[in-house]
């Protein structure tokens, strides 16, 4: 059955009645209904799930306190769990879920200093087993003289190949992103601009280094978010 493969294990554990198992193609028992014979039987149910839940940054709350909002879901065996593995200068809200639910739950992390980098990484897990980490980076990058000013991230995952620019007002009007080397160009940035980069053609397996260097008068800024 298409796309969960789904078995039923009949074994003989002594005389009596148990139930037969309908299932709503999604790899999760649903109802149980009478099902008897005098050797018994015990049903075990196995779904072949591989994929993994997805992870992604869904919302950018500039604030303050600036947020950023990831939304997790699996729609195969559904959630299981959600748990923080790391959290640098942000504080993380998690909503409380049924396990196996397909419906998206929505994690909200919150910068703690606003002056700060801050950063997040998250461990999802679905009823199969199947896992998905995902570590989006919050960044301020504030134009505080009259030179470029910039930023380095080290350590980023090569799934986290997205450079969201929210721009402020004042905004920056230019912003390089350098990674691994490569230079990718955002220009004539408008105050309150939002735009995002896909810097995934520089991107290896392994850590990868991202330094973001910030053009415009004093005191403009920018929140960006390094993601997938």
């Known amino acids: 059955m298409d796309p969960i493969d789904q078995r039923i294990y009949f074994t ?4 009596g ?3 037969s198992a309908n299932f709503d193609g999604t790899g999760r028992t649903t109802v149980l209904s009478g099902l008897t014979s005098p050797y018994g039987l015990a049903l075990q149910f196995a779904s072949s799930d591989v994929t993994a839940p997805s ?10 306190p600036k947020q950023i909002q990831v939304t997790a879901q699996d729609t195969g065996s559904g959630l299981a769990s959600i748990s ?3 959290v640098t200068n942000a504080t993380v809200s998690i909503p409380p879920f049924p396990t196996g639910t397909p419906t998206p739950v929505v994690v909200t992390a919150t910068k703690t200093d606003q002056t700060l980098g801050a950063s997040v990484t998250l461990l999802v897990a679905d009823v199969a ?3 998905t980490t ?3 980076v919050m960044l301020d990058v504030i134009r505080t003289n009259g030179k470029p000013v ?3 991230v080290s350590d980023v995952p090569v799934l986290e190949n997205q450079v969201t620019v929210h721009n402020g007002a004042p905004g920056l009007k230019n912003l390089d992103i350098t990674v691994n080397g490569t230079k990718f160009k ?18 290896v397996e392994g850590n990868n280094t991202i330094t973001l260097t910030a053009y415009g008068k004093p005191g403009s800024s920018a929140f960006v978010l390094i993601h997938d």
Do not use: F, H, K, R
């Not at 003989?12 to 005389?15: D, Q, R, T």
């Open 12 to 15: 003989n554990y002594g005389a």
């Open 55 to 64: 992870c992604a940054l869904t919302g950018i709350i500039p604030g303050p």
């Open 150 to 152: 910039s930023q380095t």
């Open 134 to 136: 995902c570590d989006p």
């Open 84 to 86: 923080v593995l790391a």
């Open 17 to 19: 009645t148990i139930e």
């Open 129 to 131: 087993g199947n896992l």
């Open 186 to 203: 955002v220009t004539a940035l408008g105050d309150n601009q939002e735009t995002t980069v896909d810097v995934s053609s520089a991107m």
